[in-house]
């Protein structure tokens, strides 16, 4: 599991980024667990983790489950967008499963 640094610093102790890898059902099929909020301050943790995932030469498809985020700025956005260009380059097919009602940011404040 990765975690974002900040997460010990929170004064709520509540952890900030949660990013689990796994492997999917099927062979071939990765799948990153996100949990909690992805900001400005959280993305670069997010796109170290979608960009290994999808160098690795076993993946052909890369489920990125969100169903539990609680913030999801432009950043994040940004982040997916860009991930979507780079599996596209790759072969790999790119599975979002949505964040249900997060707290939506604009860059100002992500």
């Given at each position: ?29 990765a ?47 940004d ?32």
């Amino acid at each position: 599991m990765a975690n974002h640094p900040a997460a010990a610093r929170d004064p709520e102790h509540r952890q900030l980024l949660s990013i689990t890898p796994r492997s999917g059902r099927l062979p071939g099929c990765a799948v990153l667990d996100v949990v909690g909020r992805v900001d400005r301050s959280t993305v670069p943790l997010l796109q170290v983790c979608l960009q290994t995932q999808l160098g690795r030469a076993d993946v052909q498809e890369l489920i990125v489950d969100l169903r539990r985020v609680t913030e999801f700025s432009t950043a994040a956005s940004d982040a997916l967008i860009r991930c979507h260009r780079l599996s596209r380059l790759r072969g790999i097919r790119l599975i979002v499963r949505p964040v249900r009602r997060p707290s939506l940011r604009g860059s100002q404040a992500g």
